[in-house]
C-alpha cells in the first residue's frame, strides 16, 4: 500500500513580479515500510517538497494522496488535523521545550491526542524506551547531548504512532560519531517497519536510506533504490 502519493505536483511562489517554479513536476509513490531520502543542492525544491509531503502546505498544481486521503485542496484547519494524526517531525535543530523534561517534551502530542495524564506518562515511557532513554526521563534538553536531545525528538515524532516520520537534516547539527548513532537508530526503527522519509544534502547520510530520490531545479533527477545500503555497525 503506497502511503505517500503525489502525482504532478507543482509549486509556484509569488514574490512581486517574479514567479518562482520551485517544483515544477513531482510524482512519487512512497510504499508503507519504505525508507527513502530526499536529496539535492541548495534551491532544488527539497524544503518544499517536504512541507508539501508534511502537510505543512498545499502544492499550487497536481494531487497528494497520503494514506488514503486526498489532501492537496484542505484547508490549513484540515490540514493541522491530518498532520498531528499522520506525521512524525524530526527538526536539525530539536525543537525541545527546555524548561520541560525529556519524558514532558514526548508526552506533549498526547495532550492534544486527549489522553489521560496516566496514559500519556506510560506511552511516553514506552517511546523513551524504544529509543534507549528511558534513564534521561527527567531530564532537561540542557542536561542531555546532542544525539540525546535528538532521540527524544525523535521519541516525541513516533509517540502517536505516526504513519510517516518526517526527518529534516536529523544529523546537520550532530558530530559524524553521533550522526551515524542516529542512522543506527533510524536502522531499528525501519526494521521494525517505521516509514521513514529523510531530506539531507549529505551523500554519506543519504547512504544509510534504501531509496534516494534527487531533485535538482524543481524536477526528480533520479530515482534509484539504494543497492549499498550502509549498515551501522
Ligand atoms: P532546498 O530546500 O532544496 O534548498 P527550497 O524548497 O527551499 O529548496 O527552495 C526551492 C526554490 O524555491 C528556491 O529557488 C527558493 O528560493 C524558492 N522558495 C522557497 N520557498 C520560498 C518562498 N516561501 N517564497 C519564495 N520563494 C521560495
Ligand atoms: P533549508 O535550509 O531547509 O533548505 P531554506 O533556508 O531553503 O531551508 O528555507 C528556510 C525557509 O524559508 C523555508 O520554509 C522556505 O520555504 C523559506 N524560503 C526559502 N527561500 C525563500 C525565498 N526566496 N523567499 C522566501 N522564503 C524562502
Not at 512519487?28 to 508539501?52: C, D, H, Q, W
Not at 485542496?73 to 494524526?85: D, Q, S
Not at 525543537?95 to 489522553?115: H, S
Amino acid at each position: 500500500m503506497n502511503i505517500i502519493e503525489t502525482s504532478q505536483i507543482q509549486k509556484r511562489y509569488i514574490m512581486g513580479a517574479e514567479v518562482v517554479e520551485a517544483l515544477k513536476d513531482i510524482t512519487i509513490s512512497i510504499r508503507k515500510g519504505e525508507y527513502v531520502a530526499f536529496m539535492g543542492p541548495s534551491g532544488s525544491g527539497k524544503s518544499t517538497l517536504m512541507n508539501i509531503v508534511g502537510c505543512l502546505d498545499t502544492p499550487t498544481s497536481g494531487s497528494y494522496i497520503l494514506n488514503g486521503q486526498d489532501v492537496s485542496r484542505m484547508g490549513e484547519n484540515e490540514l493541522a488535523e491530518i498532520r498531528n494524526k499522520e506525521i512524525g517531525f524530526v527538526f536539525q535543530t530539536f525543537n525541545l521545550l527546555p524548561r520541560q523534561t525529556a519524558l514532558e517534551n514526548v508526552a506533549l502530542p498526547l495532550i492534544y491526542a486527549g489522553y489521560s495524564r496516566a496514559d500519556r506518562i506510560e506511552k511516553a515511557m514506552g517511546a523513551l524506551r524504544g529509543v534507549g532513554l528511558e534513564n534521561r526521563a527527567h531530564h532537561r534538553p540542557n542536561e542531555l547531548s546532542g544525539g540525546q536531545r535528538q532521540r527524544v525528538a525523535v521519541a516525541r515524532a513516533l509517540v502517536n504512532d505516526p504513519s510517516i516520520l518526517l526527518a529534516d537534516e536529523p544529523t546537520g547539527n550532530l558530530d559524524t560519531k553521533t550522526s551515524y548513532e542516529i542512522m543506527d537508530l533510524f536502522d531499528q526503527l525501519y526494521s521494525k517497519g517505521n516509514t521513514i522519509v529523510m531530506v539531507t544534502h549529505e551523500e554519506d547520510i543519504a547512504k544509510y536510506s534504501h531509496r534516494i530520490i534527487r531533485l535538482r531545479d524543481g524536477v526528480i533527477e533520479s530515482d534509484l533504490v539504494n543497492d549499498d545500503v550502509i549498515k551501522p555497525v
